[in-house]
């Protein structure tokens, strides 16, 4: 009775869709304080501003123009430092005014979807509460290393310079200040990029698990109309994720290539000095900007594989049907067996071997792609032509995440790549001679 009752006030809880102040999202709300993006009250909007003009905009400008240090030596000069700044503060802006928009046209419950989890299973909610209180751990373990390398590079920078870097009165506190709010300008700017490209990974998590649980209704006795209903509420989340958030993909892949091909640029040049204290911060730069457009096209391109492996389970399952239709229409009278030597073996003799590709499979096989045979629950329920219209439709209305009508897939992460290598390749064939 305890735990009717506990599941019953849990699915209550899902059925809000109006964010409160005590609701399920209360810990991340706190993180977003925390991390000066929150913009639910004015307060906290006036506040969320003015550190993102502070730290996104300001403090890499005064950076940039004050502490050039040109008259340095050769490891304390930043000749690269306008590429760094440029790129990590264009892909801020990029972010928070995403993440604003976000948050001001469609709340946060709304924006993570938590209003539509009141029509989802049990495995579904709970799976996804927790990959949501996993988030914030996840956007650590991208943010943490990277600022741990820069606070050393920065540390070192101003360490070893001190008598060399401009300064304003006493040098050390004018060395801990600067230093202090470089280090803080990273931390946000990184923070607020990997925060958006986080929040899209838990969305896209989301349809992975509506997916998985839509697939079990080929495992039991289903009708072909409320399959087609949930397929067509699952394509419509999908455009709507695709819709709200294709701007920021767009322009994100803009903003990171142009940072890569000004990287290139800056560095092939024929009196360029490339080494580890004057290119090291561009590095690392880059190594951020890539890994945060990683986890947005990983997350993209591994829901369109999903929701398109749909169309093979459907197809599995008609053929699974077929069969025992058939199977089970056969007539009563023995027929003469003609002995004759299967082109394949038996699979009570391969049953090891399943057993074992099984285990090798690791997690590139699940509920919804994989290679088992689907009980037969359909063939006496669903006729022939529903089936195979089903199957038809699965295969013509392909889901996945679009941006402007282009399907993020693994097709398109290749030709992705392969443009921007042979751009790669162009250029390095004009600057230093590759052919």
């Known amino acids: 009775m305890g735990d009717e009752r506990e599941r019953l006030l849990r699915k209550n809880k899902f059925q809000r869709s109006i964010s409160y102040a005590q609701d399920e999202l209360q810990s991340f709300r706190s993180w977003l304080r925390w991390m000066c993006v929150d913009q639910s009250t004015i307060s906290t909007g006036c506040l969320s501003w003015s550190v993102f003009i502070l730290l996104a905009i300001a403090v890499p400008v005064m950076s940039h123009f004050l502490l050039a240090c040109s008259s340095c030596d050769a490891k304390h000069q930043r000749p690269y430092d306008a590429v760094v700044q440029l790129s990590l503060s264009s892909v801020a802006v990029l972010s928070f005014l995403c993440l604003s928009r976000f948050i001001r046209n469609y709340g946060l419950r709304r924006f993570l979807f938590f209003d539509k989890l009141r029509d989802e299973s049990e495995m579904v909610r709970k799976n996804y509460t927790e990959q949501l209180n996993r988030s914030m751990k996840i956007l650590s373990l991208f943010v943490l290393p990277c600022f741990a390398a820069e606070a050393t590079y920065k540390i070192w920078w101003y360490s070893s310079g001190r008598s060399r870097i401009p300064f304003l009165g006493n040098v050390y506190v004018s060395d801990v200040i600067a230093c202090t709010l470089e280090l803080c300008s990273w931390l946000y700017r990184t923070s607020v990029f990997f925060l958006v490209c986080v929040l899209f990974r838990l969305i896209c998590h989301l349809q992975i ?3 998985q649980d839509f697939a079990r209704v080929f495992q039991a006795e ?3 109309e409320s399959v087609l209903k949930e ?12 819709h709200r958030n294709r701007v920021f993909i ?7 290539t142009a940072s890569q091909f000004a990287s290139l640029l800056s560095t092939t040049r ?5 080494n580890m204290f ?14 945060g457009l990683l986890v947005l096209f990983r997350g993209a391109t591994k829901i369109t594989h999903k929701a398109q492996a749909i169309t093979c389970l459907a197809a599995k399952w008609h053929v699974c049907a077929t069969i025992d239709s058939f199977e089970s229409n056969e007539p009563e009278s023995p027929r003469i067996q003609i002995p004759c030597p299967r082109p394949f073996p038996s699979r009570a003799s391969n049953e090891n071997d399943v057993e074992s590709d099984g285990e090798d499979a690791g997690d590139e096989e699940d509920d919804v ?3 088992k045979l689907i009980p037969a629950y359909a063939s006496s329920t669903i006729s022939f032509q529903k089936r195979q219209a089903l199957v038809v439709y699965f295969e013509n209305n392909r889901a996945g995440i679009t941006v402007y009508g282009f399907m ?8 992705i790549f392969m443009i921007e290598m042979s751009l790669v390749l162009w250029l390095l064939g004009k600057t230093i001679g590759i052919s």
Request: with cysteine; net charge positive.
């Open 209 to 211: 698990l509506r997916l």
């Open 222 to 224: 289903s009708d072909v």
């Open 231 to 242: 397929h067509l509420r699952i394509r419509r989340h999908l455009r709507i994720i695709s």
């Open 250 to 256: 767009l322009f994100a892949l803009m903003f990171v």
């Open 270 to 274: 024929s009196r360029a000095e490339v």
């Open 278 to 291: 004057t290119a090291g911060e561009l590095a690392l730069c880059s190594i951020t900007l890539v890994t």
């Open 369 to 371: 792609d994989s290679t």
């Open 408 to 415: 993020l897939d693994r097709t398109s992460l290749n030709t």
